[in-house]
């Protein structure tokens, strides 16, 4: 059989200094070459090189680029609904959200979204549970939140921007310098490891947890239809094939990496910080109110929402008697060792 040559480019929201982000980019054009003969070849681009960081759906829509890796809640002005495609506040660990999209019809709602785009949707990749931050100054209480000027995206930045928080949306590659000059008092990216390489710790000293607007938030591989639509069977599958592949291998990787660079940032003067009960308790109550508005307001988002919360019920259940039981007890033998 002797298949065609495509050639395609890749939009990214990514800076190349992220290795993991931008390395799945990498690893599904090298693991798609390598299945292919050569013949169907991916070429990525960093953030801005093709298009801006935060307009790769753009990009893909137009047919600008073929296909783009980024995070779907960078357009919730687009449709609101993106937000289930990635993470929501308070939401699903990465586990519980890749059982989400595989076994209970998250993929499908999800590609049913980008429909409405011209845009295949396939998950590319997942973070595991965010870090809360980096801040310049100790917050503790909600009141501590008021004017303060952080780099927080999606539902999290609307939901702190009703805790009085002046939010501001910037890619990844621009956090740095806005936060070292002042800028911004605060910032989140994505965790320890990913935070180093991007010298948040040489801006701010406060770090924060949880990252309860992220809990477990997926990348996607978004592709234009017509291009999906040209593309032999065996490429289909070959693509599919390898998504999965790299949304596995992100999470493993940072899952491995965070637990390392947590430590070189402790030893290396960061102090380790925890969201007041008050303030969680007030982010989750802003976050309840915000879905609730959403839902009132957009039919899709209601009925996604509808969907995907039956299935947080379910699975919060089956995780508090299987893996909680067993963290708990673990995590309490070695606090005591």
């Not at 919730?76 to 660990?93: I, M, Q, R, V, Y």
């Not at 402790?266 to 969201?275: C, F, K, V, W």
């Not at 893996?323 to 033998?333: G, K, N």
Request: hydrophobic share 45%; aromatic share 10%.
């Amino acid at each position: 059989l002797s298949l065609p040559r495509v050639r395609w480019q890749m939009a990214t929201s990514w800076p190349v200094s992220l290795e993991t982000m931008f390395g799945a980019a990498r690893l599904i054009a090298r693991r798609v070459a390598e299945l292919s003969g050569g013949r169907f070849e991916i070429r990525p681009f960093a953030a801005g090189e093709l298009v801006p960081g935060l307009e790769v759906l753009e990009g893909v829509r137009s047919g600008a680029v073929q296909c783009g890796h980024t995070a779907s809640y960078y357009y919730l002005g687009k449709n609101p609904a993106l937000a289930f495609a990635t993470s929501l506040p308070f939401g699903l660990t990465a586990q519980q959200q890749n059982a989400w999209l595989h076994e209970a019809g998250g993929n499908e709602a999800v590609d049913r979204l980008y429909a409405d785009f011209g845009i295949r949707a396939f998950p590319a990749g997942n973070t595991g549970a965010q870090m809360g931050g980096w801040f310049k100054r100790r917050v503790a209480t909600p009141a501590d939140l008021q004017g303060l000027k952080m780099r927080i995206p999606g539902l999290g930045g609307k939901v702190m921007a009703q805790l009085g928080v002046n939010v501001q949306v910037l890619p990844g590659g621009e956090i740095y310098l806005a936060l070292e000059r002042g800028a911004i008092d605060a910032a989140e990216w994505t965790g320890p490891a990913d935070d180093i390489r991007l010298g948040l710790n040489r801006a701010a000293t406060y770090y924060y947890s949880p990252g309860w607007w992220e809990p477990g938030p997926t990348l996607h591989l978004l592709v234009n239809r017509a291009a999906w639509r040209k593309l032999p069977p065996e490429y289909r599958v070959m693509l599919q094939t390898v998504c999965s592949e790299a949304n596995l291998a992100m999470l493993s990787s940072y899952e491995a990496a965070n637990s390392r660079a947590l430590k070189t940032l402790i030893d290396g003067g960061t102090e380790l910080e925890a969201y007041s009960p008050a303030i969680l308790r007030a982010a989750q109550d802003a976050s309840d109110q915000l879905i609730r508005d959403f839902a009132a307001a957009d039919g899709e988002f209601r009925s996604l929402h509808s969907q995907w919360q039956a299935f947080r019920d379910r699975i919060i259940e089956w995780n508090r008697v299987n893996e909680l039981a067993f963290t708990s007890f673990v995590f309490r033998r070695e606090q005591n060792r």
